[in-house]
């Protein structure tokens, strides 16, 4: 079985400043990896995914992970956040040959400070 | 237009109702999910159908019934509603659910139930 752990559940950052969200993952087999945003009061959105290929994933408003295999982790930054970075971010896993089946974090709160 | 819409954004009942949430999807999508997100945020996955057909049930009490009367639309009837069913619950729908470069899910903007 798989499963995502997320180690910090809440992340305070001033504007500006860089950030890494931590995402480890456990499975005896390879799997897909995701990062999604929550803003307040809305649902998930796809920040970036990792497929194969590249380590290294740039999704979209500025944010990159990289995978790490050896590792079991895929770790989220940006270089410099904006208050609007403000928001609950989940990683998830799934499995290449299809399950139907999501699994997510229990979300880490990244809070941007002015 | 909405790719997921569910509706309602908000539902606030007594203990023992009836209650039903619907979700639509106008993306041509094969799979639509229900995932339940509880007050710590923590995201479970309770049903899964692919053409309309039950994919995966989560050892979801049976008073949840989902219901899928075609490809674009996954309702859940929940019955005799607790005070632990309180939660947000979010629609959602990929392009197949099977692990394919297209493997993206797209999320409702949630339903937030209140028991009381």
């Known amino acids: 079985a798989q499963s995502v752990t997320q180690l910090d559940s809440q992340v305070p950052v001033f504007e500006e400043a860089p950030v890494e969200l931590r995402c480890n993952y456990s499975?005896?087999?390879?799997?897909?990896l995701f990062w999604y945003v929550q803003y307040p009061n809305q649902g998930l959105q796809l920040l970036l995914k990792y497929l194969s290929g590249s380590t290294l994933v740039k999704g979209i408003n500025g944010f990159e992970a990289e995978f790490n295999k050896s590792q079991t982790s895929f770790h989220l930054r940006k270089p410099s956040v904006h208050i609007s970075d403000t928001a609950e971010y989940f990683c998830?896993?799934?499995?290449?040959?299809?399950?139907?089946?999501?699994?997510f974090g229990t979300g880490t709160r990244l809070k941007v400070l002015a | 237009d909405t790719a997921v819409s569910q509706t309602p954004k908000y539902l606030v009942t007594q203990m023992g109702n009836d209650k039903s949430i619907k979700c639509e999807q106008n993306?041509?999508?094969?799979?639509m999910y229900w995932y339940k997100q509880d007050s710590k945020k923590f995201l479970k996955i309770m049903f899964s159908y692919n053409n309309k057909e039950l994919i995966i049930n989560e050892t979801v009490p049976n008073r949840f019934s989902p219901k899928s009367p075609d490809k674009a639309h996954l309702n859940l009837h929940i019955n005799s509603l607790e005070l632990g069913d309180s939660a947000v619950y979010f629609c959602?729908?990929?392009?197949?659910?099977?692990?394919?470069?297209?493997?993206?899910?797209?999320f409702g903007s949630g339903t937030q139930l209140s028991v009381l």
């Open positions: 993306l041509g999508h094969d799979t």
């Open positions: 998830a896993v799934t499995l290449p040959s299809g399950t139907y089946k999501y699994i």
């Open positions: 499975s005896s087999v390879s799997v897909y």
């Open positions: 959602a729908s990929s392009q197949e659910g099977s692990g394919t470069t297209n493997e993206k899910l797209f």
